[in-house]
Structures are given as structure tokens and as C-alpha cells.
């Protein structure tokens, strides 16, 4: 069939079609349960503890480098920032390649 202006009607799946879209989906939902309560509070200690060790390693760098070399200025504070900076853009990274990797899943499990 044919619209007015030439272009062909977009065909409606099957009701076959339809039913074994979804039912591949529950399958696959029940062979990739959700991760649970757990797995979320380890994500977040991972994504905790990528700030908090570049921080501490700064920090700890820092107070040897005012110890051995004292100065002017802190090298503490600075490498602290340094450090947190660091962590902080790692566990952003770390956070983003994991949301493309969850959006790369959905996108393939939607065709």
C-alpha cells in the first residue's frame, strides 16, 4: 500500500513478532539478573576509594617534601589538591566509560 505522496505505509510488527521480542527480553532478564544492593555499595567504594588514595598518596608526599625540604611554600596543601584533582577526574572517567558501556548495551539490546 501506498500513501498520497508515494512513500510506502510503515509496516506494524506481527503479533508474532511481538510476542517473541519479549520473550527473548525476559530471557535474557532472567539469564542477567539486576545487580543488587551489594553490588552498588562496591561501585561506590571503588568510585571512593579511586578519589581517596590520589589524595593520601599526595598528602603523604607533600608532608615528606616539607620535612626534607622545607620552603616558603606547602608542598602538603598543593600536592593534596594535586591529588585530589586527580582522583577525582580518574573516578569520573572510570564513572563515564561505565555509563557508555551501559548505554552501548541498551542500544544493542533495543535492536
Same mark, same amino acid.
Given at each position: 500500500?501506498?500513501?498520497?505522496?508515494?512513500?510506502?505505509?510503515?509496516?506494524?510488527?506481527?503479533?508474532?513478532?511481538?510476542?517473541?521480542?519479549?520473550?527473548?527480553?525476559?530471557?535474557?532478564?532472567?539469564?542477567?539478573?539486576?545487580?543488587?544492593?551489594?553490588?552498588?555499595?562496591?561501585?561506590?567504594?571503588?568510585?571512593?576509594?579511586?578519589?581517596?588514595?590520589? @589524595?593520601?598518596?599526595?598528602?603523604?608526599?607533600?608532608?615528606?617534601?616539607?620535612?626534607?625540604?622545607?620552603?616558603?611554600?606547602?608542598? @602538603?596543601?598543593?600536592?593534596?589538591?594535586?591529588?585530589? @584533582?586527580?582522583?577525582?577526574?580518574?573516578?569520573?572517567?572510570?564513572?563515564?566509560?561505565?555509563?557508555?558501556?551501559?548505554?552501548?548495551?541498551?542500544?544493542?539490546?533495543?535492536?
Amino acid at each position: 500500500m501506498a500513501e498520497k505522496s508515494g512513500k510506502p505505509l510503515k509496516k506494524e510488527p506481527d503479533l508474532a513478532a511481538q510476542v517473541g521480542a519479549k520473550a527473548a527480553r525476559k530471557l535474557k532478564a532472567q539469564r542477567n539478573p539486576a545487580p543488587g544492593v551489594w553490588s552498588g555499595l562496591g561501585l561506590m567504594g571503588v568510585i571512593g576509594w579511586s578519589v581517596v588514595v590520589p @589524595t593520601l598518596l599526595g598528602a603523604a608526599l607533600g608532608l615528606w617534601l616539607d620535612r626534607h625540604y622545607p620552603g616558603g611554600r606547602s608542598w @602538603t596543601l598543593a600536592l593534596l589538591v594535586a591529588g585530589l @584533582t586527580l582522583g577525582c577526574l580518574n573516578a569520573w572517567r572510570w564513572v563515564s566509560q561505565e555509563d557508555q558501556a551501559m548505554r552501548d548495551e541498551q542500544e544493542n539490546n533495543d535492536e
